[in-house]
């Protein structure tokens, strides 16, 4: 039977008029949701219950709650919030669905750990989360460096970072750093050649772009925290010596304090402000440093994802 | 196998792609080719992971809507259009044809599979730019894939044998559910006593063990399957499936078809 050509037409007409009516009111319905409902809600919260639910495919529940812990993650950084309400439970729940998603434990510690804007400030999820990681992997020693790195850096608790250290050396094919830190943890706790020696492991040990940009960032920080420290010490030194404070590196070259003027890791050089005090010209390059930032300074949220 | 065995299962296979059942092939393409370009950039970490537990996930989930799906209506479509009264006519017993049946729609099955594994090594290829020794692994995970469908398709026809296609869908589809849980079946049944104790020990026994045909999360992690867990698993599918058809089989030769 041939077509008739005015259905056709009307029919046409009004598919196009419903579909872009239908996307008007779906805007707007978006738009009030946005503005009533509650925004963060987990359905679910029983990471059992979604494992049950899954029928045997959590590998892949895994990998979608996993992409939803970064997205929630991610949104909230850019945002600046200093809540995470949902962070742990999504982690859990991948976790639990996949415990060998190494990534999660890996990641899911730096979002944790770290005080904000840098991250979640739940460093004792973090270690919950280490600790979950390394009873179902107990043979991946990234796991153990994490856990004492989160001792470490966050909780500044440095006989348990030494015994997580120590563990991980136990395990086949650990970073021989590892036993190194475990060694030198009781001697050089808290240093910061300590710090740097951890950065550098971190860095070595992945050949994930992100992990490294954070890790690499947080030595030329540490770098420009000793050089501040140091040229800060030279300029009291110059002071002790002439009775007034310096006003430009070129007063310390000259006194034979400094060999040449001083450049920050990315090659600026370091500003003398008032009373000794040791700037870089621009601090925003630097998002981890706790030295060498101007008065009132307010650092941007340090990116940290690539979709940041 | 028999000549008319086969007659029947070329026709089932010709019947099912007239269908156009393989059309499931292009939202499975789709799907891949969309993950496989979107997953690394909204998460971390994860893109040949995702590729490995979506395209095989993808590939079990599309067979076992097709097994079930054309497999319950196997016996009853043929019943409602008189076709079957035609090919009982002529020497063709009813087992050949339930056992032709089966093998056609396996065979579809075993194509439609064939040619998903080639679209998820192209997208792992894509995410990896190499392929791995561990890669081999996924071949593994998709031989068990087919494994399930043999017993999925059995047991569709074996309610298709003597129901509805309605109920059967439910059947075929809560046996399925039932089967996936059978690890946690099994467990009950550990701490049950007396005569739950007994009940339960033979469901775990009775109902298809699809869980342990699951490997799709430690393929996706590289980890190997030990040999004697494929012939085990290889042996228990087709008794399982040679059972259900058996029982198929039984139902079929006693059914009054006037």
């Not at chain 2, 499931?24 to 370009?37: E, R």
Request: hydrophobic share 50%; charged share 15%; glycine share 6%.
């Amino acid at each position: 039977m041939k077509p008739s050509a005015p259905t056709t037409l009307i029919a046409g007409i009004l598919l196009v008029v419903c579909l872009g009516t239908s996307g008007f009111a779906r805007y707007h319905l978006d738009q009030t949701r946005s503005r009533t409902s509650p925004d963060e809600v987990l359905y679910v919260e029983s990471p059992r219950v979604i494992k049950r639910l899954s029928l045997g495919y959590d590998g892949l529940l895994a990998d979608i709650y996993w992409t939803r812990a970064v997205q929630y993650f991610g949104t909230k950084h850019v945002l600046g919030s200093r809540q995470y309400p949902l962070l742990g439970p999504l982690l859990v729940i991948t976790t639990v669905l996949d415990p060998h998603l190494t990534v999660a434990y890996e990641f899911g510690g730096n979002f944790l750990a770290p005080q904000p804007p840098y991250g979640a400030g739940m460093p004792q999820q973090a270690v919950q989360l280490a600790e979950y990681g390394i009873r179902n992997n107990p043979d991946d020693w990234k796991i153990y460096y994490d856990l004492g790195f989160i001792y470490y850096m966050e909780l500044k608790d440095y006989s348990k970072a030494a015994d997580a250290f120590a563990r991980g050396a136990n395990v086949p094919n650990a970073h021989p750093f590892l036993r190194v830190m475990a060694a030198q943890m009781a001697q050089h706790a808290g240093e910061l050649q300590m710090a740097r020696m951890m950065w550098v492991t971190a860095y070595q040990s992945t050949q994930d772009r992100d992990i490294r940009a954070n890790a690499a960032s947080h030595l030329l920080a540490l770098q420009v925290d000793e050089d501040v420290t140091n040229l800060e010490k030279l300029a009291s030194l110059y002071r002790e010596r002439t009775g007034h404070w310096p006003s430009n590196f070129s007063e310390l070259e000259a006194t034979g304090l400094l060999r040449a003027l001083p450049v920050d890791p990315l090659g600026h050089l370091y500003r003398l402000a008032p009373e000794g005090r040791v700037e870089v010209q621009e601090p925003d390059k630097f998002p981890f440093i706790k030295k060498g930032t101007p008065p009132g300074y307010t650092p941007p949220i340090p990116k940290f994802l690539p979709s940041d | 196998m028999s000549t008319r065995i086969v007659h029947i299962a070329s026709n089932t296979f010709r019947e099912a792609v007239r269908d156009r059942v393989l059309y499931n092939l292009i939202a499975f393409a789709l799907l891949m080719s969309g993950a496989a370009v979107l997953v690394g950039q909204i998460s971390i970490g994860i893109e040949r992971l995702v590729v490995v537990n979506l395209g095989l996930t993808a590939v079990s989930l599309f067979g076992v809507v097709i097994a079930i799906f054309i497999g319950i209506g196997l016996v009853s479509k043929e019943i409602e259009k008189r076709t079957l009264y035609t090919v009982l006519s002529r020497p063709v017993r009813r087992w050949e044809f339930i056992a032709g049946k089966f093998f056609g729609l396996a065979g579809t099955l075993v194509v439609n599979t064939a040619f998903m594994a080639v679209g998820v090594f192209a997208a792992l290829l894509y995410v990896s730019r190499a392929f791995h020794r561990a890669d081999a692994w996924i071949l593994v995970a998709l031989y068990f894939i087919v494994l399930q469908f043999l017993m999925i398709t059995a047991i569709a026809l074996l309610f298709s044998s003597f129901s509805s296609p309605l109920l059967s869908a439910v059947f075929a589809f809560s046996l399925f559910v039932v089967g996936s849980f059978a690890e946690d079946l099994r467990g009950f049944a550990a701490l049950a006593r007396g005569v739950s104790h007994w009940l339960a020990t033979g469901a775990v026994y009775l109902v298809p063990n699809f869980a342990s045909l699951n490997v799709i999360s430690s393929v996706a992690h590289e980890q190997p399957i030990a040999k004697q867990f494929v012939v085990s698993s290889s042996l228990y599918a087709l008794l399982y499936t040679g059972m259900v058809l058996c029982g198929a089989v039984l139902i079929f030769e006693r059914r009054n078809l006037k």
